[in-house]
């Protein structure tokens, strides 16, 4: 099927989210977050998010429905995020995709969430998808990874060996006494900040033995160390100066591992490829080294439903075999499985 219309389910964390497309074509997103109910938590309960999806999934699907202007009986195919995640979250998704698949006899995808993330670039634009590096850093994962093909063809070259991060980012922004989600207030105060204030460590970069994996605790110590030297210092600065040291390592790895596999093409993606300075300076030095950059828009880099929606419908169309009723969830999985048998 070349144009299928494709529903895709993502309820791995926080996010209640339903994404609709045809072909490569985004028609509807639709995202219900419980991020403010964990907010005063410092970090997402997996209760109270499984809690939140339950109460929400029936109307963002109907909400989902009407943005894309077409019914139910009209999907080809359902796709949902069938890991890595919080177990009791992704059962929410996984047994009402389940639901809609049986009752509409139609075919069910369980998808990678990692891979989910890369796959939306293939959205809303008629480039030709072609081998890459792909730089996957969100609150779970941070990994460098060289991509023949979105559904079928992941190789991993390297990951954290610590924090991710978007982790890193959250549990610095908690020692700043920075709002929650971290990232974004980081990105946020950093504008207001000198990058150059303090010269952070820059973790693994001159180990040959893990040339793209990173490291990301030896910052979040030097950091805390320099806080309790500096009480005075000026946030802004702190925040500004760690986001350059992990942006910095990112991008000095991702490139370099572009160069040693002669890939033209880097794609970032996941919830931190949304922060204002990874973007600005991964254009530069993308422009300098010669190599095309692609990165989402950044509402499309955290956490939603058309990134699940565009994974399946790659995989429908290259006639990838759909899951088996009953597939099961699971929290830990690697990149090593990009859909569900
Ligand atoms: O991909 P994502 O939405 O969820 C996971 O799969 O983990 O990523 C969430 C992570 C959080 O750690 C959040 O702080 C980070 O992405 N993040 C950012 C920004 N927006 C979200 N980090 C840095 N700058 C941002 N603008
Ligand atoms: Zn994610």
């Known amino acids: ?11 791995s964390c926080d996010e209640t989210a339903i994404g609709i497309v045809r072909g490569r074509t985004l028609l509807a997103n639709v995202i219900s977050s419980s991020v403010e109910e964990h907010a005063r938590f410092g970090g997402v309960v997996p209760e109270i998010a499984s809690r939140a999806h339950l109460e929400s999934i029936h109307s963002v699907l109907t909400r989902a429905l009407e943005e894309a202007k077409v019914s139910l009986n009209d999907i080809d195919a359902f796709g949902v995020t069938a890991g890595p995640g919080l177990i009791g979250a992704l059962l929410v998704g996984v047994s009402s995709a389940s639901g809609l698949s049986l009752a509409l006899d139609k075919p069910l995808y369980g998808v990678n969430h990692l891979s989910a993330h890369l796959a939306v670039d293939s959205l809303n634009s008629d480039h030709t998808l072609k081998p890459a590096i792909g730089l996957l850093v969100s609150g779970g994962h941070s990994s460098i990874l060289k991509v023949g093909d979105f559904s079928s063809d992941v190789e991993v070259l390297g990951s954290t060996m610590d924090d991710a991060a978007g982790e890193a980012f959250d549990k610095i922004a908690r020692i700043l006494k920075l709002d929650f989600p971290g990232g974004p207030a980081i990105d946020k105060i950093a504008k207001d900040g000198d990058c150059t204030a303090i010269e952070f460590p820059r973790g693994l970069t001159n180990d040959p033995g893990h040339l793209y994996d990173f490291s990301f605790s030896g910052l979040k ?3 805390s160390r320099f806080l309790q030297k500096t009480p005075d210092a000026k946030v802004a600065d702190v925040a500004a100066s760690f986001q350059e040291a992990v942006v910095d390592v990112l991008l000095t790895k991702a490139l370099a591992a572009a160069k040693f596999h002669g890939l033209e093409n880097l794609i970032i ?28 828009p950044a509402a499309l880099c955290t956490d939603n439903g058309a990134m699940v929606a565009a994974l399946t419908s790659l995989a429908v169309s290259s006639g990838a075999p759909a899951s088996s009723l009953g597939l099961a969830a699971e929290s830990s999985t690697g990149l090593d499985r990009v859909l569900w048998a």
């Open 1 to 11: 099927m070349s144009q299928p219309l494709v529903l895709g389910i993502e309820t």
């Open 269 to 296: 993606a996941g919830g931190v490829a949304a922060n204002s300075r990874l973007r600005a300076l991964a254009l530069a030095r993308c422009q300098a080294a010669g190599i095309s950059l692609r990165i989402p």
């Open 221 to 223: 110590t030097a950091v």
